[in-house]
Each structure stands twice: as C-alpha cells, then as structure tokens.
C-alpha cells in the first residue's frame, strides 16, 4: 500500500504511545492521547453515519471545545474537507458560506440551529447539528452511539484537507482550499523552525477557526505529541496562572498587551517558558521591547496568512528585531516583486510573493480569482508591501487592497462600506483603520449623510444585524465630504492620518 499523506496519518504516528497528556482544561481534568484517538474516531464515524464522504464538506461553527478539535481530527481521518467559521458570524454571513461550500454537514452551536437550519437544509445540506462548549448537543450524542471509524482514509498530498474563508476586497468571501500536503510541510517546517523537543507544554488560548489557532499552535503540539493546555479563550489572569505550567505559548498581540497589563506577570512567573510566538497582526515594537524588559524573553514574530500557512519567522537562536517578520520557513521561497512580478533590489519596497508546498491550491469555485493571484511561475501574489534585506529577512511596511487587521482577524472596508452605504441618509463611507492601544488597529467609519440626521450609535446597531462583531466600527465620523485625489479616488492614507489619534489614551 502506497504511503498515506493523510495529515491524521502523520499526527496519529508521532502521537501513537505518548504517555503524557494531550489535553489539559482548566479544571484539571485530562485527556490523554490514547482517549483523543478514540474520540476522533467516534466523531468520524459519526459524520460518516450522517452520509459524510470523502471530498465532502462540514462546515462548523462552534465555540472551542475538546469536541470541536476531535470533530476537526475526525473530518481529517475519514476525508472530510473541514470549513470552520468565525464564531462571530450572523446568520446572514452564514448563509452565503453554505450557499459557496455546499457542505453536507452543519454542525452549529446550539443557539444558532433555529436561525439556520431551514435555509442550510434549502441548500442541500443533509443534516444540521448541534455542539455547544461543554461538548454537549446532537453531534456529541451521535458520536458516543455510533460506530468508530477505526482506520485512515488513504489520501494523496493534493487532497483537500479544510477550506477557510478569507474576506475579499469587494465584499464577497473567497475560500481557500488547503490541501493535506500544504499543512504536513506547514507543521514540520514550524516544528524545526521553533525548535519543538519532547516536554514541551503548550498553553493554547486561540480560536480554532483560523490558521494560527487550528493549524499552527494546535498543529505543531500535535505533531510533538505535547500537553496542550487548553483554554476556552484567552483571559489574561487565568493565562498568567498557567504560564508556570507551560513551555510554548502562541498569541496576537493583544494577549501581550494585556499580560503586560497584569501586576503578577514578570520575569519569575515566565522562567519556565521557552517561547512567545506572535502573529495575525503587526507587533508594536514597543510591545517588544516592553515585554524584554518585564520577563526578559523577546517574543517571536511570525508572518502568515490564510492562502499559504506559515511564511517568515524570526529565528529561534538569532536575533529576533522588532518590526521584521524573519525569514523564510524551511521549503518556503520568498521574494520581494514588482507589479510585473520583477524581483526588487534588496532594500526596496514591493509586494511580497512566496512559493513552496505550503501554498494553497487556490480558491473554491473561483478559477478566474485563482488566476489571478498567481505568477506564471507559480508564486502566489499576497498583496502585503514588503523590504526584504540583503540576507533575507523580511519587514512588512505596508499592505494592498486596504485590508484592516484588528485583534488579529482579516477585515476588508469594502463588506462594511456597502452595507452603511445602503442606508437611508447615507451618501457614501470610507472603512479604515487607525492605531489602537489594544487591538492593533480599530476599525471607523467616516460617513456622508444627505442631510439626513443620523447618530453614531445608530449607524453601529444596524451593523450589527449584518457584520460580525468584529468587523463593527468602533466609531463613526459624520463629515461633508470625503478626501479625493485627481481622478476621484477616495484617499484613505488622509483618513488614517487625520484620525490616527482616535484611539489614544
């Protein structure tokens, strides 16, 4: 039988006999990886009992749970491509990820099965079911009745693994296609990058709907058969207890704002800590030296996105400098081009373009978008402006299309202009974002009005029925007119200018 590229595959061997831990919770209870085996097993076939194929997609939508990173194992082993969403989604965002996926499992927080069920079962879906926090719902109970799924679908590296939705420039969600093959390179490549070893600990506070909680930090534990400390989200204090216990931990930078802010976060509490990764959003090299200076460990900084997994780090042993992202990962080529793809001179701006095994296979249902993202020679355009020096590494300074990144997730202004634009009295907006204390950037609205007397606060309670919380303005400004150049462009570089102080103390 020829080998199997069966991400859980691979997992299952270097986890397979581990005496450790695999799950650690807040109450202390366990989870040991002969028990995560089994679990996955009954959630794989449960899914297979719920008519799930091979090549299948289960779209999920669930606050984090033990059964949630077991329902994301099992689609792996039985072959399922796995679609996890923003649990901050409405239910009109939902709508158009199931109408695009066409998947033939939904599997939702308990909460939300009402609201979406008669339309998911409109759009083919065979069945929707329940999981809530506490591991409970219909998925849960259909896991511990139905038969194991005891063996490995035997998957070639191009298989599909996961498809994970990235917002787009005119509003409408692109879904990324990950195969097996990009996140086996992905993980082992971050495994000798950051030095993975046997004892590692790793506490685990991020979501799992997006590469760096789900891929990344769950990923590579996984692949070094480590205890996971698993949080339901990220809470300063509750983290600050832990980190004695760890080794290894993955954050935005906002968990490092706020563990700063924390009176018992020094460097005694860390001195068992071998790493501090960041990523999803620009560290501040301010947060940097700050968090030197408490606990004596500079943090790790990374750069990633949803398309390719991991790119850049800054190295494990060698100096990791404030505001660069490192170097390329093992595999991972990466260069600096202009707009026809022409490698800039080292120390000269351009946009960053990268090739390897880790990229994705391109964008669901999306050929002409796919297309056009690509290279003749393969490389994959990311549209971040980058430098890259003369030994390689590489400093973001800058980044196309507009894109907002607040407390590291992806917002386009484009998805929020439309729907302020289509409000009664408004003439036009402009999305951007500007410094913020805490989550990177906060996102405003600049708004023209017909005269019409609308307020801050009601402009943001209509959002909020149509965006998920994230992607809501933190403020709106009510103006006459927008800044344009010659050719009517709006120039949101002058918006970000001159409200850059909005969010300072």
């Known amino acids: 039988m020829p080998s199997n590229d069966n991400l859980y595959a691979l997992l299952v061997s270097r ?51 033990l059964a949630g990173a077991a329902l994301y194992l099992a689609a792996l082993r039985m072959g399922a491509v796995y679609n996890p969403l923003n649990t901050a989604y409405t239910a009109s965002e939902l709508e158009y990820f199931i109408s695009d996926a066409q998947p033939t499992v939904l599997v939702v927080a308990p909460e939300k099965a009402d609201a979406i069920s008669r339309s998911a079962l409109e759009h083919g879906v065979l069945a929707v079911e329940t999981l809530d926090a506490d591991d409970l719902g219909s998925m849960a109970a259909l896991a511990r009745d139905a038969a194991p ?29 990950i195969t097996h093959g990009n996140l086996i390179s992905n993980i082992a490549a971050l495994h000798e990058a950051w030095a993975f070893q046997p004892g590692d600990v790793l506490l685990h506070a991020l979501p799992i709907y997006h ?34 216990k760890a080794t290894v931990m993955m954050g935005v930078p906002t968990f490092y704002t706020r563990l700063l802010d924390e009176p018992t976060f020094d460097a005694a509490l860390v001195k068992h800590m071998r790493l501090f990764v960041a990523g999803s959003a620009p560290l501040l090299a301010e947060t940097h030296a700050k968090f030197f200076d408490r606990t004596g460990h500079y943090i790790l900084e990374r750069y990633g996105m949803t398309e390719t997994g991991m790119i850049t780090s800054n190295p ?15 595999g991972v080529t990466v260069r600096v081009a202009d707009a026809e793809g022409l490698e800039m001179t080292a120390g000269e701006p351009g946009v960053i373009e990268v090739n390897g095994p880790n990229v994705f296979s391109g964008y669901w249902r999306m050929p002409q978008k796919t297309c056009e993202e690509f290279r003749g020679d393969g490389y994959f355009i990311t549209g971040d402006i980058g430098v890259r020096e003369a030994d390689g590494r590489i400093s973001i300074v800058g980044r196309a299309k507009d894109l907002i990144i607040t407390g590291g997730f992806n917002v386009y202004p484009k998805e929020i ?61 009510f103006v006459t007119d927008l800044p344009r150049n010659a050719m009517g462009k709006v120039q949101k570089a002058e918006l970000r200018a001159r409200y850059a102080a909005t969010f300072k103390a």
């Open 15 to 65: 986890f397979t006999g581990a005496s450790n831990p695999a799950f650690i919770v807040p109450s202390g209870e366990t989870l040991s990886y002969q028990e995560l085996d089994a679990l996955v097993g009954r959630y794989a076939g449960a899914l297979v009992r719920l008519g799930v194929k091979p090549g299948d997609r289960v779209t999920v939508q669930i606050e984090k749970s």
């Open 149 to 177: 799924f005891a063996s490995v679908e035997q998957l070639g590296e191009n298989n599909l693994a996961a498809i994970l939705y990235t917002s787009g420039t005119t509003g409408k969600s692109k879904g990324a296609m």
């Open 211 to 244: 590469v760096h909680g789900l891929f990344v930090a769950l990923g590579t534990a996984l692949y070094n058969a480590s205890p996971i400390i698993w949080l339901p989200k990220f809470d300063a204090t509750q983290v600050a207890d832990l980190l004695p």
């Open 316 to 330: 494990y042993d060698g100096a990791r400098i404030a505001g660069t992202v490192g170097y390329p990962l093992p």
């Open 417 to 477: 202009e439309t729907e302020i634009d289509a409000m009664p009295g408004v003439v036009e907006s402009a999305v951007v974002g500007v410094p913020h204390p805490d989550f990177g950037e906060g996102v405003i609205a600049i708004v023209v009005t017909n005269g019409a007397a609308l307020v801050e606060p009601e402009i943001i309670s209509a959002l909020k029925e149509k965006l998920a919380r994230f992607k809501l303005p933190k403020r709106v400004f």
